[in-house]
Nanobody, 123 residues
Framework: QVQLVESGGGLVQSGGSLRLSCAAS????????MGWFRQAPGKDREFVAAMRWNGGSTYYASSVKGRFTISGDKNTEYLQMNSLKPEDTAVYYCAAADRPIMLVALHQSYDYWGQGTQVTVSS
């Protein structure tokens, strides 16, 4: 079994920054794609960012492009969030796929999920 554990969430003022981390543990697996999603109260889970380990391609939602940066090393991924806005408030989840996937923005593509970490941006 693979576990993903997020950390780094919290309360920050508008314009501030946070860095989320996601560490994978458990049985050894080869992560092909790691991603971040978020879910605000009353809304569907939405794609934030993803990265393919093979080649390092990165993908971002238009709402965060230019403000958020996804990165990582073996079995750990990060989400650097700058210029945060109140509309970024949500529970953030990391996800991993241990097989090649095409639709990185589709949450059903991923095999493993973290428990989520709350990010709150005050105005």
């Amino acid at each position: 079994q693979v576990q993903l554990v997020e950390s780094g969430g919290g309360l920050v003022q508008s314009g501030g920054s946070l860095r989320l981390s996601c560490a994978a543990s458990g049985r050894t697996f080869s992560s092909y794609v790691m991603g971040w999603f978020r879910q605000a109260p009353g809304k569907d889970r939405e794609f934030v960012a993803a990265m393919r380990w093979n080649g390092g391609s990165t993908y971002y939602a238009s709402s965060v492009k230019g403000r958020f940066t996804i990165s990582g090393d073996k079995n750990t991924e990060y989400l650097q969030m700058n210029s945060l806005k109140p509309e970024d408030t949500a529970v953030y989840y990391c996800a991993a796929a241990d097989r090649p996937i095409m639709l990185v923005a589709l949450h059903q593509s991923y095999d493993y999920w973290g428990q989520g970490t709350q990010v709150t941006v005050s105005s």
